[in-house]
């Protein structure tokens, strides 16, 4: 199986997110922003980073990439993508997500291990864990705090599609403590923590993020 995870410039853990693929049993792929090519990946994940310097906002050029294009074209037919982080910011300056990301209420970039729960246990990323798991990811971010306007994080709530919350303290002020929303067929997942830096042992708190990539290897499979 074949997971792309697309290179921005300014991007810094898409060799991270390609590590956790190959750790969860698929082939990472190698995809660049400005091609029109997707080399036909069975899903995407958009990595963590400060794509473009964050310049004008965050996500908000990498949105227009020619790459990028593409992957909303093909998650309308059903594509599984994940983005972390700088990818969740990308995927709702896209509108494939709804929402937005803006600085951090404290004003302070957040650097820590953060306890989450599975809100959304049946998406394409989520569903090896079990509804309501609490796990332990890294975090960090200045531009994190998720903010949708009122109607919308009542339909957002109203349709479960808050897809991971914070959990024992809110790291960056994320209105509802959403930490990651999915879309409304469950095939795209968007997150400001970092699962990719919780995959093993040795070098993360945890290794519960590995459920996020693993979970999509049974999604394409039984899709």
């Known amino acids: 199986m074949r997971i792309g995870v697309i290179t921005f410039p300014g991007s810094l853990d898409d060799v991270d997110a390609a590590r956790a693929v190959r750790l969860a049993g698929a082939d990472p792929v190698v995809l660049w922003h400005a091609e029109h090519d997707l080399k036909a990946v069975d899903a995407v994940v958009l990595p963590g980073g400060f794509s473009y310097g964050d310049y004008l906002r965050a996500g908000a050029i990498a949105a227009r990439s020619p790459l990028v294009q593409d992957v909303v074209q093909a998650a309308r037919s059903g594509l599984p993508v994940l983005g972390i982080c700088n990818g ?10 709804p929402g937005a990301l803006t600085r951090n209420s404290h004003l302070h970039f957040r650097n820590r291990d953060q306890r989450l729960r599975i809100e959304r246990a049946d998406t394409a990323w989520t569903h090896a864990y079990a509804p309501g798991q609490e796990i332990v990811v890294p975090v960090k971010n200045g531009e994190g705090r998720y903010v949708a306007a009122p109607a919308d994080l009542e339909r957002l709530e109203g349709e479960g599609r808050v897809a991971v919350r914070y959990v024992g303290g809110n790291p960056n ?38 459920g996020f990539f693993t979970s999509v290897l049974k999604a394409v499979v039984s899709a």
Do not use: K, N, W, Y
């Not at 969740?88 to 997500?97: R, W, Y």
């Open 88 to 97: 969740f910011q990308v995927l709702c300056e896209a509108g494939l997500l």
């Open 173 to 210: 002020g994320s209105l509802r403590d959403i930490a990651g929303v999915t879309s409304a067929d469950g095939r795209v997942v968007g997150l400001m923590p970092h699962p990719e830096h919780a995959v093993e042992e040795l070098t993360g708190p945890s290794t519960d993020g590995l």
